[in-house]
């Protein structure tokens, strides 16, 4: 059964970069079906997707709203992906997932997640 | 951006009862790309509905999804205890194409 499990840092000073890595178990990450991608819930409030990547094209894709800041990279030799955003404020405190964006002919829908890690913005 | 409102914000309803969710965008979504997700507190959201009306794997036939192009439901025929949560709803699309959620409705037992 395929599991994900965030992990890094839960603080981050102001104006640094916020790093994370999932590391995936119980399969691949190399199938052409699937993204894999990273969201975000700020405390109290609604999720917020990140952005999703794919090992078979290499491809990236981010939110608009966030993509002046953040990288998501694949690292296939360590079943791992990870998820990079420069200039943190206090904005950017939240839990953040990683999860399985399965794009299975015309049905696109997120159907793994992680248990989330919470990173909180503070100095 | 395609802008998902969720209604009501909450909904307070007895175990045995049905509820019914509402998702409205603010354009065509395609349904194939309409998700619904269940999250209960302190723990991360798992997948319900797929396609708009395909139930993921393991989940319960009383929870059904139904609608096309701006307004979508999510049916939840008899409450059980463990369907109190908060439920979002998922979309892909627009241009740039990209994911985004409703805020969500918290179903609360009354």
């Known amino acids: 059964q395929l599991q994900l499990q965030e992990s890094g840092p839960g603080l981050v000073k102001p104006s640094e970069t916020l790093s994370l890595t999932c590391t995936v178990s119980?399969?691949?990450?190399?199938?052409?079906?699937?993204?894999w991608a990273w969201i975000r819930q700020p405390p109290g409030k609604g999720l917020e997707w990140i952005g999703s990547?794919?090992?078979?094209?290499?491809?990236?894709y981010y939110n608009p709203s966030l993509k002046s800041r953040v990288s998501i990279s694949l690292d296939t030799s360590k079943i791992q992906f990870s998820l990079e955003m420069n200039s943190v404020t206090a904005a950017d405190t939240a839990v953040y997932y990683c999860?399985?964006?399965?794009?299975?002919?015309?049905?696109?829908?997120?159907?793994?997640w992680g248990k989330g890690t919470t990173v909180t913005v503070s100095s | 951006e395609i802008v998902l409102t969720q209604s009501p914000g909450t909904l307070s309803l007895s175990p045995g009862e049905g509820a019914t969710l509402s998702c409205r965008a603010s354009?065509?979504?395609?349904?194939?790309?309409l998700a619904w997700y269940q999250q209960k507190p302190g723990q991360a959201p798992s997948l319900l509905i797929y396609?708009?009306?395909s139930r993921a794997t393991g989940i319960p036939d009383r929870f059904s999804g139904s609608g096309s192009g701006t307004d979508f439901t999510l049916t939840i025929s008899r409450l059980e205890p463990e369907d109190f949560a908060v439920y979002y709803c998922?979309?892909?699309?627009?241009?740039?194409?990209?994911?985004?959620f409703g805020q969500g409705t918290k179903l609360e037992i009354k």
């Open positions: 998922q979309q892909y699309g627009g241009s740039p194409p990209m994911y985004t």
């Open positions: 119980g399969g691949s990450i190399s199938r052409s079906s699937y993204y």
């Open positions: 354009q065509s979504v395609t349904s194939t790309y």
């Open positions: 990547t794919i090992f078979y094209s290499g491809r990236t």
């Open positions: 999860g399985r964006d399965s794009r299975v002919g015309y049905y696109y829908y997120m159907d793994v």
């Open positions: 396609g708009a009306s």
